[in-house]
């Protein structure tokens, strides 16, 4: 881990309980986690700020984490080139919305560093929902560590501009591929990042 990749992760937050299911797995960790850059070929221009538009514009890499049941729990997360997501046409999400998603921001400040809004009350939500849809649930400190690292290796994508920032959007899926509703045993955690316009900052935050 590099100097930087230290003072990013360095968290002041305490240390969350981990909600729990009946799955007897492992969660994932963040010093797992595996980087496969894009190549030339696959960056994409970056907008110009006066142009954004919610949902349009995507960065160069995504974070994904599966959770296979059969496979002993969650799986290594990686961090990988921007993709499509393939699924059978029987996966729960398409039949019964078994997924849920959590909103944050990454705010480029005046002093030049990167910050996330309080990610660790996302990360609590995101656990309290997938314990309700029936959904493993995971360390959110590991997956605040994760997704600093992600921003990282994207982090030309963070708008350098008091008017914009950087929209994170972790979503967990249930895609078992079955039409009968049961606890899910197969699971994709997934992060795309858009760049958004905003209309506000915020000073308690969590350094990237």
Known sequence: ??????????????????FSLDYSSPLFQFSDVCVRLAGPHQLQPKPDTSALQFGKHFTDHMLKIHFYENMGGWQRPEIVPMESIVLHPAAKVLHYAVELFEGMKAYRGTDGRIRIFRPELNMARMNHS???????????????????????????WVPHSESSSLYIRPTLIGIDVSTLYQCVSHTSLFNKNMNVIVASHHSSSHEC
Do not use: K, W
């Not at 881990?1 to 981990?18: E, G, I, N, Q």
């Open 130 to 156: 997938a314990v309700r849809a029936g959904l493993p649930t995971f360390d959110g400190n590991q997956l605040i560590r994760c997704l600093s690292r992600l921003i990282t290796v994207d982090q030309e």
């Open 1 to 18: 881990m590099s100097s930087h990749d230290a003072s990013c992760y360095a968290l002041s937050y305490p240390v969350m309980p981990v």
